[in-house]
């Protein structure tokens, strides 16, 4: 029995041996890999479906995110409503997202209904029609969602500054329009959808309290669909980058507040560099007590928050350093995050505070490892960015071992003042 008048020993997590939980791979009758990871207390279950139907298939802009999102608008035999009345009758929420190269179909269910609601989500997948009127609908909410927006310069600040980087046409720069949206047409969304869905090249993530009959309910329901048939491959993309790197721009001449984003490229994770540049971003902008936020937010009061980060591109990355300021104060606030590169570049880093980012990272990556659906989340990173469990353990023991010198010489080589692409909106 627990002494409750002693308090438990202070563990540091860098000394915790993490391990990431398995997921067991097996496979449909028509060739879709499915991963999944039985673990969790409660009888919840998640099931998504991973397309690669991204934006960067589309020939026309805006074809796949307006796809993906009308697969619950109707069907040849349930409205839109009928739908989202059947998976609210059995308590399941049923999601959908568009990304770059990939598009989501993302059920939550208790376990005890999983056999009530895996078959609309065929339904979905194979009878979808489209229908006008409610295309009619998203056309019209998107393009006032959009006009809102555009008043915001956190929103411009984030559409332009990936442009400068990738360039206008590249998946990760380009963007919507009200004129796109008035251009998209019905047929361009059918003939997206038989392509890329329903015959289209599809992974799936399992996870939760998993029945014992899992992968038997799974097949009788997607093993006969006509997924991974042929191999559709990427479309090539090459960034063209802006030639300007500095940029003030006026989205409200009377606003108090502008939008400040610098960023340069950077490679994706099969990098030698990335892992060790995961740890460099934390003490710089990375978390709560980073040097950004020391500095800009604490010490001169400029903003409420500031953050860096690397982006979770698969093809490439970018380094971005992101906030908000007051509009007399963005230039002072864009020197102090130079300032604090420098000090990077030509200090080391004391160990006091090297440890406190270790221990930090190793409890997030805890806090990641908490629950089935946060773990089958890492393995789904794992499998598209084609990398392996070995990631995980390579990563581990580069945030325990990595050295201040190591981290010295990475600044020096992404650290530098022209590489970075500096954005101003205000």
Known sequence: M???????????????????????????????????????????????????????????????????????????????????????????????????????????????????VLPTMEELLMESIFPEDELAIYKQNQKQRLAVNLKKCDFIANRLIDEYLYGIQHPYGKYTSTIDYDKIERE?????????????????????????????????????????????????????????????????ANGVQGSIRIARSFPNRHHEDFMKAQVLNNIFGGFFGSRLMANIREDKGYTYGIHSYLQNHIQQSAWMISTEAGRDVCKPTINEVYKEMKLLQTKLIDAEELDLVRNYMIGGLLGDLDGPFQIIARWKTYVL??????????????????????????????????????????
């Open 2 to 116: 627990l002494n409750r008048k002693e308090a438990p020993p202070i563990i540091d997590t860098v000394n915790l041996n993490l391990q990431l939980k398995h997921a067991e791979k097996f496979t449909l009758d028509n060739g879709v890999d499915v991963y999944a990871v039985n673990a969790g207390a409660q009888e919840v279950i998640m099931i998504e479906l991973v397309f690669f139907a991204g934006n960067s298939y589309e020939e026309k802009n805006i074809v796949a995110a307006t796809t993906n999102f009308m697969l619950k608008n109707g069907t040849k035999n349930k409205t839109a409503f009928a739908i989202n009345e059947h998976f609210e009758l059995y308590g399941s929420y049923l999601n959908r997202n568009c990304y770059n190269e990939t598009a989501t179909l993302t059920l939550h269910t208790l376990t005890k209904h999983l056999h009530n």
């Open 188 to 252: 361009e969304l059918i003939t997206f959808y038989e392509k890329f869905y329903k015959k289209g090249n599809c992974i799936l993530f399992v996870a939760g309290k998993l029945p014992t009959n899992i992968q038997q309910q799974l097949n009788n329901v997607f093993g006969k669909l006509p997924f991974n048939k042929k191999q559709i491959n990427q479309p090539t993309h090459h960034a063209q980058p802006s030639i300007e790197k500095k940029y003030n721009i006026i989205n409200d």
């Open 385 to 426: 960015n084609n990398l392996t469990e070995a990631y995980f353990y390579n990563s581990v023991n580069t945030i325990k071992t990595v050295t201040a010198e190591e981290l010295q010489e990475l600044a020096k080589k992404y650290f530098n003042e022209d590489d970075f692409y500096e954005l101003t909106v205000v």
